[in-house]
């Protein structure tokens, strides 16, 4: 009987939680790029740049932690996050071209650091369970 991490489309345990890791790492740079280049080149509110680019640096601080793999950057970047979705979706039904098309691309960024953030919880909580590092009935944590 294969267990779930065993089937086909899976893949073994440690590749999947590997993709999840780099889809999560590959979106909030993207998230950081996107940030820097809508508000300083593509669409800024002031011609010449705006201060609103500063708002990449607090997607700075989280990647350290995902490049480590931290299981706690990984939950707190999955609910602070949606801050960003919120900014995109206003921009993208207040803003003009190129702006609102900028705020639709930060608003799918967030949906997939969001899904790859969970997904990668989920993956390596199941897999620690798999492994017998946790119990079932423990609380959600990995050991250190």
Do not use: Q
């Not at 900014?87 to 960024?109: I, Q, S």
């Not at 969001?114 to 492994?131: Q, S």
Request: aromatic share 8%; proline share 8%.
């Amino acid at each position: 009987m294969n267990l779930p991490s065993e089937t086909p489309l899976c893949g073994p345990p440690a590749a999947h939680v590997h993709w999840s890791r780099n889809v999560a790492v590959a979106s909030l740079l993207g998230l950081i790029a996107l940030s820097l280049a809508w508000e300083l080149v593509l669409a800024p509110i002031k011609p010449g740049g705006s201060l609103l680019a500063l708002k990449a640096l607090p997607l700075c601080i989280p990647l350290a932690g995902l490049l480590k793999n931290r299981m706690y950057t990984y939950r707190w970047v999955s609910l602070v996050i949606w801050l960003y979705f919120i900014e995109g979706v206003v921009r993208a039904w207040g803003d003009k071209a190129p702006g609102n098309y900028c705020a639709m691309l930060e608003v799918l960024l967030c949906v997939v650091l969001f899904v790859a953030c969970t997904l990668h919880i989920r993956l390596r909580l199941r897999d620690a369970r798999l492994a017998g590092l946790l119990d079932d009935n423990a609380p959600a944590e990995l050991p250190a």
